[in-house]
C-alpha cells in the first residue's frame, strides 16, 4: 500500500505552511524506524516473562523507552506533531529552502519523547551503577534541563535559539560527567559483572549523546540538511541509543539480581517481616543486608553478625 500520509495530512499547521519539510521518502524511513521501536518493545516485553516478576524493573524500563519512541515514529512518519518555524540561515541549497527561505517543519513530539525517555535510559543506567536516589534524581533533573532548552531553542526564530542551545550543552556536559564519572565509581564498587555492564551501556549511551548537539546544529538550529536527512539522523541514532542500548543492557543483566544493585524489590506472594526477611513458598530469603552487616541476628555476607535489641 502507498503512503499517503503527507497527502492526508499537509504541511500546513498552526497557521502557517512549511516550506522545507519531510517528503514521501523521509515518512517511508520514519515509518521504518516505527517498526523497529515496536518490534524491541515486544522483544523485551517477552524477555520480562523469563524472569521473576522481582526481577523485570529493567525490563519494564527499557520496553517503556521502545513503546514511547514507537509513538513518536508513529506521529511524525505520519506527519504531524510538528510546527512551522522560520529559519534564521538562508542557504542555497534548494533542499533546504534556497535563496528564498521560508519556514522549516519542526517536530516538537520528538521531544516530548526524549522528555520521557531519556530520563529512563538514565535510570537504566545509574540504577545499574547503584547510585544514589538524590544524585539519581538530579542528574534527571539537568537531563530535563537539556531536552526542554533544546525544545524552546528549536521554537525560536532568532539567533537566541543558541542560548537555549548553550544551557542545554552545559546540562549535557553534567550528565555526562556524572555518568561516566561518578556512576562508573559506584558501578565498579559493586563487581566486575556490575562493572562491565555499566561500562559497555554507559560509554555506548554517552558517545551516541555526543553526536546530538551535532545534529541539533544541523538540522534545527543552522537548517543545514533537509528534514529526510534530519529524520535519518535521527533515527539512526535512536535506534543505536534504545533498542541497541536495550538489548546490550538486558543481556548484561542476565547474571546480575536486583538485590545486588540494592533493589529489593517484593512480589505479591513474598510476606514482608519486620526484619527484612521474606518467605515465599516456604523458603526464607534475607534482604536486609547493608554492606554485609544485616539485623536481628541474621548473619551477613562477610559473616559479621549485627543483634538488635527487642
Request: aromatic fraction near 12%; glycine fraction near 10%.
Given at each position: 500500500?502507498?503512503n ?11 497557521g502557517?505552511?512549511a ?29 520480562s516473562?523469563r524472569?521473576p ?13 521502545t513503546?514511547?519512541?514507537?509513538i513518536?515514529?508513529f506521529?511524525m512518519?505520519s ?19 534556497g535563496?528564498e527561505?521560508?519556514?522549516?517543519e519542526?517536530?516538537?513530539v520528538?521531544?516530548?519523547?526524549w ?5 529512563l535510559?538514565l535510570?537504566d ?6 547510585l544514589p ?10 537531563d530535563e534541563?537539556?531536552v ?6 528549536a521554537?525560536?526564530?532568532?539567533s537566541?535559539?543558541w542560548?537555549?542551545?548553550?544551557f542545554?550543552?552545559v546540562a549535557?556536559?553534567?550528565v ?8 562508573r ?11 562491565r ?8 549511551t ?10 541539533w546544529?544541523?538540522c534545527e ?6 528534514p ?10 535512536d535506534?543505536?541509543a ?7 543492557l ?10 545486588d544493585?540494592g533493589l529489593?524489590?517484593?512480589d ?5 517481616t519486620?526484619?527484612g526477611?521474606?518467605e515465599?513458598n516456604?523458603v ?8 554485609g ?5 541474621l548473619?551477613?555476607?562477610n ?8
Amino acid at each position: 500500500m502507498a503512503n499517503d500520509a503527507l497527502d492526508v495530512n499537509g504541511n500546513t499547521n498552526n497557521g502557517g505552511t512549511a516550506q522545507i519539510a519531510i517528503t514521501t521518502r523521509g515518512s517511508d524511513w520514519l515509518w521504518a524506524v516505527t517498526s523497529v521501536m515496536t518490534v524491541a518493545t515486544f522483544v523485551f516485553m517477552g524477555l520480562s516473562f523469563r524472569v521473576p516478576r522481582s526481577h523485570r524493573v529493567f525490563h519494564y524500563i527499557t520496553a517503556s523507552i521502545t513503546l514511547m519512541a514507537a509513538i513518536s515514529y508513529f506521529t511524525m512518519a505520519s506527519n504531524l506533531g510538528w510546527t512551522p518555524i522560520q529559519i534564521q540561515f538562508v542557504r542555497n541549497n534548494p533542499k533546504v529552502g534556497g535563496l528564498e527561505g521560508g519556514n522549516r517543519e519542526i517536530f516538537y513530539v520528538r521531544y516530548i519523547d526524549w522528555f520521557i525517555t531519556t530520563p529512563l535510559l538514565l535510570m537504566d543506567l545509574l540504577l545499574t551503577a547503584g547510585l544514589p536516589w538524590p544524585t539519581i534524581l538530579f542528574t534527571i533533573l539537568m537531563d530535563e534541563v537539556m531536552v526542554v532548552t533544546g525544545l524552546v531553542g528549536a521554537l525560536v526564530r532568532t539567533s537566541y535559539k543558541w542560548g537555549f542551545f548553550t544551557f542545554g550543552c552545559v546540562a549535557f556536559l553534567f550528565v555526562a560527567w556524572n555518568v561516566t564519572w561518578v556512576a562508573r565509581k559506584h558501578a565498579q564498587a559493586l563487581g566486575p559483572d556490575i562493572s562491565r555492564t555499566f561500562l559497555i551501556c554507559g560509554v555506548w549511551t554517552i558517545s551516541l549523546w555526543f553526536l546530538y548537539p551535532i545534529a541539533w546544529g544541523l538540522c534545527e538550529g543552522g537548517n543545514v540538511i533537509s528534514p529526510d536527512s534530519e529524520a535519518v539522523f535521527y533515527g539512526i541514532l535512536d535506534v543505536l541509543a534504545k533498542p541497541v542500548f536495550g538489548a546490550l543492557l538486558l543481556w548484561g543483566h542476565r547474571n546480575i539480581h536486583p538485590q545486588d544493585l540494592g533493589l529489593h524489590i517484593r512480589d505479591y506472594d513474598e510476606v514482608p517481616t519486620r526484619t527484612g526477611v521474606h518467605e515465599k513458598n516456604g523458603v526464607t530469603s534475607h534482604t536486609g543486608v547493608n554492606n554485609g552487616v544485616t539485623n536481628n541476628g541474621l548473619i551477613g555476607t562477610n559473616g559479621t553478625t549485627a543483634t538488635s535489641a527487642v
